[in-house]
């Protein structure tokens, strides 16, 4: 199911953090949403998802999301992993992914072995209390839990940030993966060169708006010495 985006906008009070957005993640892609800081991505993810209220038109696949609730999108098929991962700490792993099944439509009550499959450690770790992992397996856990509502649409919020290389290029392979399976990525990520391996377009912000977009092949110097370099 591809994710389209007319014209979302939202302000917080004076300050129209975002602008007249459009975009399309295609099924099958990762579309990686650039920008500085403070340029409006994380309210964009934000407002997609349903937890800000916006204006504008989002459709996954063909129907209308972007005038329900957060958890109606979730049941529709549109998952958030959130900058700063937001796992609940005093849970086990276990317990974190079944929070997770309640985004899926089939009643499902255990967690999918797949959640387990991608992330094996996880696995190992599944009766740990999820603020006693560290950094890169929080991220892996954030990842899997929106997983296991079963999405057919994935936001991402700068899922290397802070994180080792070596769960880096994991979260790479995994994302690869689930886009290889049809699902439609969108990545905000501030980590060029993660970019240029998996992304399949870019789109950059600044000020709210969407100020250049295309093909991650033609993500040129020029471009970010243009929109990106500090």
């Given amino acids: 199911m591809s994710l389209v985006v007319d014209k979302l ?3 917080y009070g004076a300050v129209q953090a975002v602008q007249d957005a459009s975009f ?12 500085r800081n403070g340029v409006g991505k994380t309210t964009l993810l ?4 349903g937890q800000l209220k916006a204006t504008g038109s989002v459709r ?3 129907t209308e999301i972007g005038g329900l609730p957060a958890h109606r999108r979730a049941k529709l098929g549109l998952a958030l992993v959130p900058q700063g991962r937001e796992i609940f700490p005093k849970l086990t792993v276990e317990e974190n992914l079944l929070v997770g099944l309640a985004a899926r439509s089939d009643g499902q009550r255990s967690v999918p072995e797949v959640a387990y499959e991608t992330f094996p450690i996880l696995r190992d770790f599944r009766r740990r209390m999820g603020g006693d992992l560290s950094g890169g397996q929080q991220q892996q856990l ?3 839990r929106a997983m296991v509502g079963d999405p057919k649409a994935l936001l991402l919020d700068e899922p290397t940030e802070g994180i080792q290389p070596n769960i880096i290029q994991e979260i790479g392979r995994v994302l690869r993966r689930l886009a290889g399976q049809g699902l439609a990525i969108v990545l905000v ?9 998996i992304g399949d377009r870019f789109a950059i912000m600044e000020r709210g708006q969407i100020v250049a977009a295309g093909a991650t092949s033609e993500l040129s110097q020029e ?3 243009k929109h990106l370099n500090v």
């Fill in 223 to 225: 471009i970010v010495q």
């Fill in 142 to 144: 954030a990842i899997a």
């Fill in 24 to 35: 399309t993640a295609a099924a099958g892609q990762i579309t990686c949403v650039m920008g």
């Fill in 189 to 197: 990520e501030q980590y060029l060169d993660f970019v240029r391996e």
């Fill in 60 to 62: 996954l696949h063909d």
């Fill in 46 to 49: 934000r407002s997609l998802m």
């Fill in 9 to 11: 906008s939202h302000r």
